[in-house]
């Protein structure tokens, strides 16, 4: 179970799980008088801004390393109406969905490895960039029916020195946004060797990839 910091203000708690961040500093530059780090005593300062514009920048957070939790009348985070799972270039698979990832509980995001190199699987930590992966953004897109549901639930389980499982309504689109295929099962590389990336090609064997799977 990842280990939970917890930041509580008048309207909401802002949650901080250990080892999801990827440093994406998004949250540290639209709001510096919230999330403030290097400081002594809390980072997180839940009440040192609108509540409307807390959410707003928590909810921003690719890795959900940040999530909030509502107090009183304070609104719940919304599930989206279009399950996402982007492609980064030379970097990670971020996804935004009513989400579960192994065992882990549901979440609304997350940044997971596909260079196959991360110390915490199934989640990236940069590893990437000292690997040297190199993985386009902008795969061909496939032919793909329209999706007669958008969202809802989505299930991926990082599979036994396999690739990640993928059940559940999603749109896999590249950085720029462009859909690049329409799926309710699929299976995506996770070990950085899958010459049809970002699917996986069965690559995992050859290359004697390990992961005992189905973490989170």
């Known amino acids: 179970m990842a280990e939970i910091d917890e930041y509580p203000g008048q309207h909401l708690v802002i949650d901080n799980v250990a080892g999801r961040c990827i440093h994406s500093r998004y949250c540290v530059l639209n709001l510096p ?3 403030v780090p290097n400081v002594d005593g809390p980072w997180i300062k839940p009440d040192a801004a609108t509540t409307e514009a807390v959410i707003a920048v928590t909810t921003k957070c690719p890795s959900g390393a940040l999530q909030y939790r509502p107090v009183g009348d304070t609104p719940r985070e919304g599930t989206p109406g279009v399950n996402t799972i982007r492609v980064q270039e030379n970097g990670p698979l971020v996804v935004h969905a009513e989400l579960t990832v192994g065992q882990n509980a549901r979440s609304y995001r997350a940044t997971l490895c596909r260079c196959g190199q991360s110390k915490n699987k199934p989640y990236c930590d ?7 992966f190199v993985a386009t953004a902008e795969p061909e897109s496939k ?3 329209a999706l007669a549901v958008r969202n809802g639930p989505l299930k991926i389980t990082p599979t036994h020195n396999g690739p990640y499982k993928v059940e559940g309504a999603v749109e896999i689109c590249c950085a720029s946004g ?4 329409r799926e309710t099962r699929t299976f995506l590389c996770r070990c950085g060797h ?3 990336k970002p699917y996986c090609d069965g690559s995992h064997m050859k290359a004697g990839f390990t992961d005992p799977g189905n973490n989170g």
């Open 33 to 35: 008088g919230v999330f």
């Open 126 to 132: 940069h590893s990437h960039v000292a690997a040297a």
């Open 143 to 145: 032919e793909s029916d």
């Open 178 to 181: 462009r859909t690049i295929s």
């Open 194 to 196: 899958s010459q049809d």
